[in-house]
């Protein structure tokens, strides 16, 4: 799988998000959209109405991170607008199965995320419901916070879960991603990349994004868990 780079809109400008969309559009894959609703996360940021608006103007696709209670209401919502990605947390999902087959029904990537705080290895049986798994690597709710390193050796365990259930499902990391950070992530077995403040920090985006991605291809190249996949 290759290395995907997700720029987060949280550290973005809101008032201008069409434009901060654009500026990324020639360098990255997805566009990296957190919903969060003052309850699951103690932050506010934006919902259904400013993803149908942002599905008019970006050209890329909406990776929909829904940091909110109650997910197994709401999260089918955004996949029946023409989000590509919708991201459930598994600390708020009741009925995580029904919400992640609903997603997928309504023609979005469904994706499972979970807190710095969770343990991935309860969710094993639940891989083939999911296209993408998120491991937090910040305490979800705001942008610009440090990278938090406990998060590696349960990167590790998820990419041999992954590996082991044939390699589909996409590994993504989100919080506190950086040039100082990436390499450990890819080296540890991620192959999506969520930056906010390290793309929008940047005085050049879209030239951030590219660093990124070249960081993360060369420590991929190198990483034992990858090197075992195409070199069996
Ligand atoms: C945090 C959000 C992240 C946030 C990451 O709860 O889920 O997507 O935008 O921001 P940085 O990359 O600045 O840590
Ligand atoms: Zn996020």
């Not at 993803?51 to 970006?58: G, R, T």
């Not at 040039?179 to 992530?185: G, H, K, L, N």
């Not at 991605?213 to 868990?225: G, L, S, V």
Request: charge should be negative.
């Amino acid at each position: 799988m290759a290395v995907q780079i997700s720029p987060s809109i949280l550290s973005a400008d809101f008032a201008r998000l069409a434009d901060e969309a654009a500026v990324v559009a020639a360098t990255a894959e997805w566009l990296h959209v957190d919903v969060m609703d003052n309850h699951f996360v103690p932050n506010l940021t934006l919902g259904l109405p400013v993803v149908e608006s942002l599905l008019k103007h970006a050209t890329l696709p909406l990776d929909c991170h829904l940091m909110i209670e109650d997910p197994d209401r709401w999260a089918p919502g955004y996949a029946e607008a023409g989000a590509g990605n919708v991201t459930i947390h598994v600390e708020a999902a009741k009925a995580p199965v029904r919400t992640l087959r609903a997603i997928r029904d309504a023609g979005a990537r469904a994706g499972l995320a979970i807190n710095p705080g969770t343990p991935v290895d309860p969710y094993e049986d639940l891989l083939p419901e999911l296209d993408m798994l998120l491991l937090m690597t910040v305490e979800p709710g705001f942008g610009g916070q440090k990278f938090l390193d406990v998060v590696l050796p349960k990167l590790r365990r998820a990419r041999a879960l992954v590996d082991k259930h044939g390699g589909s499902i996409w590994l993504q990391v989100d919080g506190g991603v950086s040039a100082a950070t990436i390499e450990r992530c890819a080296e540890a077995g991620a192959d999506v990349f969520v930056a906010g403040s390290a793309v929008y920090g940047a005085d050049d985006p879209a030239e951030a994004v590219q660093g990124l991605r070249a960081q993360a291809e060369r420590a991929t190249a190198h990483a034992a868990w990858h090197y075992k996949g195409t070199h069996p």
